[in-house]
């Protein structure tokens, strides 16, 4: 009983980090191109971006979607069969432990694709955007370029 409800525990851990995730792409209720249009607009004006910086800086939002996306709905998914088998009449630990730690790897596979963007971002910078970025940083945190201030926290 006690494996059962650390499972429990660990899958309820990992199902918050999915609603976080899903806020953290999605943003306010935004999503798609509207998204990437805030995104860019929130980049443009706090790092005072040029117009080739802009253009690259929408390449690599559109990539960091086109591969979140699938990773989202797989995750999306395997969140929900946690769900179901603890919600079912006999839960298996194993099996929802099992689930669990694949809906993990998914959230790493996305975190991996969110530094892989902030790291092509800070390469397309001067210097003095670099200092404005990580000022915005300690400001509002790791996520600011990706909806800036009262975004969702990073996965």
Do not use: C, W, Y
Request: overall charge negative; cysteine-free.
């Amino acid at each position: 009983m006690k494996r059962i409800l650390t499972l429990a525990l660990s899958a309820a851990l990992v199902l918050g980090a999915s609603f976080a995730v899903q806020a953290q792409m999605h943003g306010h209720g935004m999503h798609g191109k509207a998204m990437m249009a805030d995104h860019e607009a929130f980049l443009t004006k706090a790092l005072n971006l040029t117009a080739d910086q802009q253009a690259a800086v929408k390449t690599l939002q559109q990539d960091l979607m086109a591969k979140a996306q699938p990773l989202m709905q797989q995750h999306h998914q395997q969140m929900a069969e946690v769900k179901t088998l603890l919600d079912g009449t006999n839960p298996d630990a194993t099996e929802i432990g099992q689930k669990t730690i694949a809906a993990h790897a998914t959230l790493l596979q996305l975190k991996s694709l969110h530094e892989d963007f902030k790291t092509k971002l800070s390469a397309l910078l001067t210097p003095d955007q670099q200092t404005k970025l990580e000022q915005l940083h300690q400001m509002h945190g790791d996520h600011a370029p990706f909806g800036g201030p009262g975004a969702a926290p990073e996965f």
